[in-house]
């Protein structure tokens, strides 16, 4: 379902800042944790030290946008919200 704009927008100006002040935190202990956890381990700058399992090339396919499965919504019905056409200011009149 969808929210409230309020809701939205409360959100984003308490929520969003306080998360973002929880993520630099952590990022400034970074170093220090990394140095404690595997300091030399970094598959995303060395490939090679990947603990994934590797995939032939063999197995990997393209695909293609025609061939892409085609979604026929036109049956559908579309609400005044879909649209954008009920807004607040419409509902006072």
């Known amino acids: 379902g969808s929210l409230p704009k309020w809701v939205v927008n409360k959100s984003s100006?308490?929520?969003?800042p306080k998360a973002m002040k929880k993520m630099y935190k952590a990022?400034?202990?970074?170093?220090?944790?990394?140095?404690?956890h595997d300091p030399h381990f970094k598959p995303w700058l060395f490939?090679?030290?990947?603990?994934?399992?590797?995939?032939?090339?063999?197995?990997?396919?393209l695909q293609h946008a025609d061939s892409l499965e085609n979604i026929d919504e036109s049956s559908l019905a579309e609400s005044k919200e879909d649209r954008g056409e009920g807004s607040d200011e419409d509902s006072l009149t």
């Open 13 to 16: 100006q308490f929520l969003a």
């Open 27 to 36: 990022c400034l202990k970074y170093p220090e944790w990394k140095q404690k």
């Open 47 to 61: 490939p090679e030290q990947s603990r994934l399992p590797a995939l032939s090339l063999s197995e990997l396919s």
